[in-house]
Every structure is written in structure tokens, then in C-alpha cells.
């Protein structure tokens, strides 16, 4: 019973971020379900929650899509995940998460300082942001940093930045979870949690969207900014023991 509510909580605060923020509920979910139950049962079910969110956020919020971006991000990110897959078989997981991290935390301390370098005024690099994506999300089910990434950098407005990764989000998802179907990963203990969560992340979502429009326009890329570090922060603390062990082991 223990178990079960910690699990629950876990959902429940994941898909609140995510219904706040439009991102993040994997990079809060896996770690902490990964140490409950282990990764093959939360890889499944984060996926399965994902794709639910994503569904009803698209709806709520389907006239601000950028259409362009979205699908040429979905694309690439497709061709990207292969090549994670690949990956996932190394020993490349602690190295990539800790070059993830700093990413994160360097460019939202960039951004936090407003320098006002650049910014993409069209989708030419967006096979790059992709490409990472698909790699990430193929091998650690975390494809939203380098999309979220780019969504800051094309400037995209609240509402636009919400919608066009709820999109993106489906797209890549749903075939995310079929993956998952298709080598195995989708056990009984799987669907018996999903199906109880449902009520919960119905809720979640609710809360989310009253806390998001209390997000003034003006700060709402300050408060993305924030979030990424703080995940970039927890990224770093979560892979450098098992970077040291690499490094001394090799």
C-alpha cells in the first residue's frame, strides 16, 4: 500500500508540472519510479501518461500549433531514435546524461542572464534539435529538453510554446508506446497502474491549467528557464556516482 501511494504521488506531482509547463513529467517521473519499481515498469507507464496528457492538452490548446515546426521536429526526432536504441546498449547512458546536464543548466543560466545573443527566426536547424530528441528519447525516454530548448530559442509565445510540444509530444509518443508493446514492456502491473492513475492525472490536469494561467506572459520563459536548471541540477546529482564508477572502471 505504501508502494502504491508513492507511486501515485509521483504521477500526480509529474503530470502537474506537465500540465503547467507543457514538459517535464518524465524527467521528474523516471528517476523517482525508476527507484520504486525499476525502469522497465516506469518506462512503460511514464510513456503511457505522456501520450494521455498530451492528447488533452492538444485538444485544449490546438489552434496555437506552429504546424511547420512541429512536424519537422517530430521527423527527425523519429530518425533519432534508433540511434539511441543503439546507444542504450553501451555504456554511454552516465556520459550522455552528464553532458544533458550541463546543457540544461548552462543554457538556462545563459537565458536567466538575458544576453539577447540570438534567437532561430526560422526551422533550418530543427533536424538538429530533432535528431537529439529522438537519440534521448530513444534511449532514456527524455526527448523534451532539446525541444523545449528549441521552442525557447524560436520565442514561440505561452500558448504556442504549450500546444506545439503537446503535438510534438503525441506524435513521438504514441510511437514511443507502441515500441514498448512491441519488445514486451507492456506488463499487467503496467495497466493495472495506468488505469487507477487516469483519476489522478485528470485532476493534475485541471490544477495545471488554473496554475498556468496565473503565469504572467511577461515571465512565463523565466519560470522554463528556472525549471530546466533545477532538472539539469537533479540530472547532475543523479549521474555523476555512476560517472565516477565509469571513469574508475572503465
Given at each position: 500500500?505504501?508502494?502504491?501511494?508513492?507511486?501515485?504521488?509521483?504521477?500526480?506531482?509529474?503530470?502537474?508540472?506537465?500540465?503547467?509547463?507543457?514538459?517535464?513529467?518524465?524527467?521528474?517521473?523516471?528517476?523517482?519510479?525508476?527507484?520504486?519499481?525499476?525502469v522497465?515498469?516506469?518506462?512503460?507507464?511514464?510513456?503511457?501518461i505522456?501520450?494521455?496528457?498530451?492528447?488533452?492538452?492538444?485538444?485544449?490548446?490546438?489552434?496555437?500549433?506552429?504546424?511547420?515546426?512541429?512536424?519537422?521536429?517530430?521527423?527527425?526526432?523519429?530518425?533519432?531514435?534508433?540511434?539511441?536504441?543503439?546507444?542504450?546498449?553501451?555504456?554511454?547512458?552516465?556520459a550522455?546524461?552528464?553532458?544533458?546536464?550541463?546543457?540544461?543548466?548552462?543554457?538556462?543560466?545563459?537565458?536567466?542572464?538575458?544576453?539577447?545573443?540570438?534567437?532561430?527566426?526560422?526551422?533550418?536547424?530543427?533536424?538538429?534539435?530533432?535528431?537529439?530528441?529522438?537519440?534521448?528519447?530513444g534511449?532514456?525516454?527524455?526527448?523534451?529538453?532539446?525541444?523545449?530548448?528549441?521552442?525557447?530559442?524560436?520565442?514561440?509565445?505561452?500558448?504556442?510554446?504549450?500546444?506545439?510540444?503537446?503535438?510534438?509530444?503525441?506524435?513521438?509518443?504514441?510511437?514511443?508506446?507502441?515500441?514498448?508493446?512491441?519488445?514486451?514492456?507492456?506488463?499487467?502491473?503496467?495497466?493495472?497502474?495506468?488505469?487507477?492513475?487516469?483519476?489522478?492525472?485528470?485532476?493534475?490536469?485541471?490544477?495545471g491549467?488554473?496554475?498556468?494561467?496565473?503565469?504572467?506572459?511577461?515571465?512565463?520563459?523565466n519560470?522554463?528557464?528556472?525549471?530546466?536548471?533545477?532538472?539539469?541540477?537533479?540530472?547532475?546529482?543523479?549521474?555523476?556516482?555512476?560517472?565516477?564508477?565509469?571513469?574508475?572502471?572503465g
Open positions: 500500500m505504501a508502494i502504491q501511494l508513492i507511486i501515485f504521488s509521483i504521477l500526480f506531482l509529474s503530470s502537474l508540472i506537465r500540465s503547467t509547463f507543457g514538459f517535464g513529467d518524465a524527467l521528474i517521473a523516471m528517476p523517482l519510479l525508476s527507484m520504486v519499481m525499476g522497465q515498469f516506469a518506462t512503460p507507464l511514464v510513456a503511457l505522456s501520450m494521455t496528457i498530451a492528447s488533452i492538452l492538444l485538444v485544449q490548446h490546438r489552434h496555437g500549433i506552429h504546424f511547420n515546426s512541429m512536424k519537422l521536429l517530430s521527423i527527425y526526432t523519429i530518425v533519432g531514435i534508433p540511434i539511441g536504441l543503439l546507444m542504450l546498449k553501451g555504456l554511454y547512458e552516465p550522455v546524461k552528464f553532458i544533458l546536464a550541463l546543457v540544461l543548466i548552462g543554457f538556462s543560466a545563459y537565458k536567466i542572464a538575458k544576453p539577447k545573443l540570438f534567437h532561430l527566426v526560422d526551422d533550418k536547424l530543427a533536424f538538429l534539435f530533432g535528431m537529439g530528441a529522438g537519440i534521448l528519447g534511449a532514456y525516454n527524455t526527448n523534451g529538453p532539446p525541444v523545449i530548448i528549441y521552442g525557447t530559442l524560436r520565442q514561440w509565445p505561452p500558448e504556442q510554446f504549450r500546444a506545439t510540444l503537446q503535438g510534438y509530444f503525441l506524435i513521438t509518443g504514441t510511437i514511443t508506446v507502441l515500441s514498448h508493446g512491441l519488445v514486451g514492456l507492456w506488463t499487467t502491473s503496467v495497466w493495472f497502474y495506468y488505469i487507477l492513475s487516469l483519476p489522478i492525472v485528470f485532476i493534475s490536469i485541471g490544477l491549467r488554473l496554475f498556468h494561467r496565473q503565469i504572467p506572459i511577461n515571465q512565463f520563459d519560470y522554463v528557464y528556472v525549471f530546466l536548471m533545477v532538472i539539469g541540477i537533479m540530472l547532475l546529482v543523479d549521474t555523476l556516482p555512476n560517472l565516477t564508477k565509469l571513469v574508475y572502471f
